[in-house]
Structure formats: C-alpha cells, structure tokens
C-alpha cells in the first residue's frame, strides 16, 4: 500500500488520540499517581522555652537580613502594601508595609515561643533598596526618593518549604484537639481578630505538612474589626482596654477576640457576615485546654516577652504596656 494511504488512513486515529482528556495506554487510561500525604504537625512541644530568643524569635540571630537589599518584584496579593527583595546572600524577603510590621513581627515571636509554628519574621526601622521602581502600585507613600522604606516586616522565603494549600478552623485534622483549642486561646491572648482560613497555610518541609497561621499582623489592637483602622491593630491603647474574657462557664470559656466589626462595617454586608462567622472561633473552649496554652505560657519570663516588643521597633514604653498586658492574660489562664 503506498505510504500516502496509509498516512491518510491514520490521520483520524491521531486526531482521535489528540482530543482525549488523559492518555491512554492499551488496557485504558493512564492514571496519575495521587500526591503522597505528608505527617501533618500544628505544635511541637517547646521543652526549651525559657532559654528561646524572643528578640531573634522562630529565625534565629542566623537568619536575619544582611544588607545591601536589592528590588526583585513588587507583591500584590492581600491587602496590605508588599514587596520582595533580595539581600547581600541572595535571600529573598517580602517587605511589608504599613500598619502591621511592627504587630506581626511581635507576634510571630510569642506564637512560635508557645510551640506553633510561625514565618521568620524580622523588623527593620529604615530599609535601603536599591533598583526601587519610579513607583510601587501600593505603598509608595511609605518610600524616600532615595529607596529608603521605613519601618517595616521582612518575612524570610522558607528553604525547603513549599506552601501546598490553606487549613480551616472548623475542618483540619486538628480541629477540636488541645492543640487547635491551645491555638484558638493565643489567637485571643494577642486579639488577632483577622482568622479567615486565607490566613492560615500548609507548607510541605520533607515528609511533614506544617499547619500555621501565617498572616498575624491584625494583632494588639481591638478585639475585633474597627474604625478607624489605627484602633484595629497596634495600638497599646486600644489593647489595653479591650475585655479579654467574655464568659466563663464550669467547662468551657469564650473570648473577647475575634469580636464582630463595628456596625461602621455593615453598610458592606459580605464584609460584615464574614467576619461575624468568625466570632466562633473565640468561643467554647473547654477551660483545660486554654489553662494548658496558659501553662506553657507562663514559663517565659517577663524579659523574653519584653524582648518579642523590642525586636518589633516598640518604644520603651509600649515594650512595658504590651509586656505587661500579655503577661496579665497569661495570669488569667492559668487561673482557669
């Protein structure tokens, strides 16, 4: 038969072939091989604790930035202003800007003291960068003409860590443990009231999926969403106003945060809902797990606290507000 023949002859069984989902193998299709599960780990037990560096926090003195910072890319995603750079050993950093470097880099400090995990975080009051673009997308306000930023975060990009996806509160293999119940308990000690599950992330590091809360930054402020945005977070005034406990039964306790928003925030229903399904989060948790947080807690002393404050550009006197609030709510639960 000539060539040419038995081409055209073929041709419908290629175009055939071509248009399959999947590819096929003679007894059917190829199936891809599901993705191995990881060991998923949310605390680890902090033997150590009152030897850890609060003022280096989760990174260590080894891993904090070293200058010169060089641009690399502006980052557009959530909503506070962000970029990366690169520093003098090739690291890179995202930046963050604005109202939360001070807050996150504090908290990062205690969650990771009380045996969860949390990004390395670091504070720097002036940030020089070079090859800084005529203009960010967001966030220019807070640049010098010269590429100076001032105070703000720079979170490290984690070595052998790969984010893989987000965990929610109401359904993680966690949820309902000690644990989770612990962590819910110092997610009210700092009154972070941002909990959205978006916040919260997986990161494959070898045969482990590590479980954290990665965005901390709505911390040390109000209980709840409010405004204006400066009473929300950050703010030593507002902390140390804010009721901790709201009720306290024989087995269980709620806490203040996360609070509803303000009624200000009502006149965008989505946004409003939203945050009010995350009240939940703060209450009924069984009495013996929160003492256990507070437990754990209660073996740092008052100058490792103090230290987390420092490391977060706070001045002499908030170091000494915020200090002495946490260490007050520690009180509290491990009187429960």
Not at 43 to 53: K, Q
């Given at each position: 038969?000539?060539?040419?023949?038995?081409?055209?002859?073929?041709?419908?069984?290629?175009?055939?072939?071509?248009?399959?989902?999947?590819?096929?193998?003679?007894?059917?299709?190829?199936?891809?091989?599901?993705?191995?599960?990881?060991?998923?780990?949310?605390?680890?037990?902090?033997?150590?604790?009152?030897?850890?560096?609060?003022?280096?926090?989760?990174?260590?003195?080894?891993?904090?930035?070293?200058?010169?910072?060089?641009?690399?890319?502006?980052?557009?995603?959530?909503?506070?202003?962000?970029?990366?750079?690169?520093?003098?050993?090739?690291?890179?950093?995202?930046?963050?800007?604005?109202?939360?470097?001070?807050?996150?880099?504090?908290?990062?400090?205690?969650?990771?003291?009380?045996?969860?995990?949390?990004?390395?975080?670091?504070?720097?009051?002036?940030?020089?960068?070079?090859?800084?673009?005529?203009?960010?997308?967001?966030?220019?306000?807070?640049?010098?003409?010269?590429?100076?930023?001032?105070?703000?975060?720079?979170?490290?990009?984690?070595?052998?860590?790969?984010?893989?996806?987000?965990?929610?509160?109401?359904?993680?293999?966690?949820?309902?443990?000690?644990e989770c119940n612990g962590l819910r308990t110092l997610m009210a000690v700092i009154n972070n009231w941002d909990l959205k599950d978006v916040n919260n992330a997986i990161y494959r590091r070898g045969p482990e999926e590590i479980y954290m809360v990665s965005d901390l930054g709505a911390s040390f402020g109000t209980p709840g969403r409010s405004w204006p945005r400066e009473r929300a977070k950050d703010n030593l005034d507002e902390f140390s106003r804010a009721k901790f406990v709201r009720r306290l039964t024989r087995d269980s306790v709620d806490f203040q945060a996360p609070a509803r928003p303000q009624w200000e925030y009502a006149v965008n229903p989505k946004e409003y809902f939203s945050r009010f399904r995350l009240e939940h989060i703060g209450k009924n948790i069984p009495r013996a797990d929160a003492k256990w947080l507070g437990d754990i807690m209660s073996r740092l002393s008052i100058e490792q606290i103090r230290d987390a404050f420092r490391a977060s550009g706070y001045s002499p006197d908030e170091v000494e507000g915020f200090s002495k609030l946490i260490e007050d709510r520690i009180v509290v639960l491990t009187d429960m």
């Open positions: 038969m000539p060539s040419n023949v038995i081409k055209h002859a073929l041709l419908p069984l290629a175009l055939l072939a071509a248009a399959l989902p999947t590819p096929w193998a003679a007894d059917g299709p190829v199936k891809s091989k599901p993705a191995e599960k990881g060991v998923p780990i949310l605390w680890s037990d902090p033997a150590d604790i009152a030897s850890r560096n609060l003022y280096y926090g989760p990174g260590g003195k080894e891993h904090e930035p070293h200058p010169p910072f060089t641009f690399v890319k502006e980052d557009l995603e959530g909503t506070n202003p962000k970029f990366v750079v690169k520093d003098r050993d090739g690291v890179k950093w995202k930046v963050k800007l604005g109202l939360e470097a001070r807050s996150e880099t504090a908290a990062t400090r205690l969650v990771w003291a009380a045996g969860f995990f949390a990004t390395e975080d670091y504070y720097l009051r002036d940030l020089p960068v070079s090859g800084m673009p005529a203009k960010l997308h967001r966030g220019w306000k807070f640049v010098d003409p010269d590429g100076t930023v001032h105070n703000v975060r720079l979170k490290r990009e984690p070595e052998g860590r790969k984010k893989i996806g987000i965990w929610s509160w109401d359904d993680s293999p966690f949820t309902g443990t000690r």
